[in-house]
Structure formats: C-alpha cells, structure tokens
C-alpha cells in the first residue's frame, strides 16, 4: 500500500507539474486547440508488452496499462525516461520505461540505472540490458515494463519509501548494441 501511495503522490506531482496555464490556454484560437488536439492524439503514449505476453495478462501488464492511461504525460518529448510504478513482484521492482524519441527502438539497448531514496543507495549506475527478443520492440511515444531483481537490503529500502520528493531515478549511458 505505501508503493502505491508513493507512486499515485509521483504521478500527481508530475501531473501538477505538466499542467497549462489555464489563461494563455483559454486565449489560444480554436483551430490551434483542434490542431494541437490532434498532435496530442497521434502522439499518444502507448503500453507495449513482449510477444510472448501478447493477448495474456497479469497484475503487472494491467497495472502498465492503467498509468499509460491514466498519465499519458509521462516522460519528456524527444527522451528516454524510467519511473518507478510502485510494484514489486517476486523480489523484483516494476520500472517503466518510456520511449518519447522519434525513433522505434528495434535494437537491443544498454544502458545504466542509478536509483537513491533518502541518500540510501538502492542501485548504483547498475548496468542494465533490454533484449529485444526478450522484452519486444518499444516504438516512439510507448512505455513497457522492466523488471529488476533487488536483494533483502534493496527491498528494504524500497519498501520504505514514502516521501517521492526523496527518490532519484536516473538512466544513463544509453547504447543500441551493435
């Protein structure tokens, strides 16, 4: 329950952060609200799931599903980004990753995570590889899941979280692999 609460708090200082001013969005003609309304549309944020998992479900893939929906203004246009969704499952933490690059990633990448709450260090420029084969292709403008093994003492300070304003989640040095 306290993941959850940590991540519905990330989402909603997110989405507090995104939000428009509401008087320059008020001035804005009605060709261009129409205009950047069908931007908004064809660049949607979509959920994407491994082949083998097409058509399957599971708490994850549902959960997946519902932030893509719920807070399609993840990540920043033209980035790569990873949140932590607030689930653990088998001694492993959910993070998704998020594609707003122009470009379908359709190589294997390479890349690290560094990932701190409160100044305790739960992974530490941890190298991470995301197979194709294994995890799927991610188009521009989707998200999919990873899953990272933690151990106990990981665990524990994940567990812990509370305060999002106390997480740092960073990814690093990414690489197609050749």
């Keep these: 329950m306290k993941r959850m609460m940590v991540l519905l708090a990330s989402v909603l200082v997110l989405t507090a952060c995104a ?3 509401k008087e320059a969005t ?5 060709q261009t609200t129409k205009a950047s309304s069908s931007a908004k549309e064809e660049q949607a944020l ?3 799931v491994a082949p083998q998992y097409e058509g399957k479900t599971s708490d994850l893939i549902e959960l997946g599903k519902k932030l893509v929906k719920e807070h399609p ?7 790569m980004a990873l949140y932590f969704t607030g ?5 492993r933490a959910a993070l998704m990753l998020v594609n707003k690059t122009d470009v379908d990633i359709k190589k294997d990448l390479n890349f690290s995570i560094s ?4 100044g305790k260090s739960i992974l530490d420029n941890q190298k991470v590889s995301y197979f ?3 995890s799927g292709e991610l188009p521009s403008h989707s998200a999919t899941l990873i899953l990272l093994p933690l ?3 990981q665990l524990g300070i994940v567990d812990g979280m509370s305060d999002p304003s106390k997480m740092m989640l960073k990814m690093s040095d990414v690489s197609a692999v050749e």
């Design 46 to 48: 979509k959920f994407v």
């Design 132 to 134: 194709i084969k294994d």
């Design 26 to 30: 008020a001035n804005k003609t009605e």
């Design 115 to 118: 990932w701190s709450y409160d």
């Design 151 to 153: 151990n106990e003492e």
């Design 73 to 79: 203004e993840l990540g920043s246009e033209g980035n």
């Design 19 to 21: 939000q428009p001013n």
């Design 87 to 91: 689930a653990i499952s088998e001694g």
